[in-house]
């Protein structure tokens, strides 16, 4: 069952949703909006193949700040303004706002797993064109869907609590 927006608030009032912080305009009529946070992570340009046991840092570029650039055919690892607690039976489906789909930018299908706690770090492909995105822009829009019973093992993974942009964690 997708939640709407008489649910969302119901939900977020009684607290077994949390998004911190909420906007007013947040709440849409089947989901709510995330912003853009303060940092970002640009892939870099190396010439090695990246391989379990090397350390990810040396592949990612880091960068603070309040508007942000996305290159043509740029990958980038974004972060939301917002932090996200979901309880164990509410799952959400990460999808582009339209307005920026229709400028080419494109994020691969992503979950956000029942359980999940933590500001979202999502990657945004680059259209044909450079496109300015701003701190504090709606740019996500989260789809909720409930479980009908609630999950057996909710996420308690390598990302949970993740705060700032992620970039990938492997164990071994």
Known sequence: MILGDRDLKYYLEKKWILVDPLT??????????????GE???????DRPFEEGMNPDDFFVRER???????????VLMVTEEYLRLPQDIMAFVNMRSSFARLGLLVPPTIVDAGFEGQLTIE????????KIRRGTRFLHLIFAKTLTPVEN??????QGQRGVTIPKFTK
Do not use: Q
């Open 40 to 46: 970002i992570a640009r892939f870099k340009n190396v």
């Open 154 to 159: 909710p996420y308690k993974g390598k990302y």
């Open 65 to 75: 700040g309040n508007e942000f650039v996305i290159w043509p055919n740029e990958h």
């Open 24 to 37: 007013e305009d947040s709440v849409r009529e089947n989901g709510i909006d995330m912003r853009v946070g």
């Open 124 to 131: 945004v492909m680059g259209s044909g064109f450079p496109v």
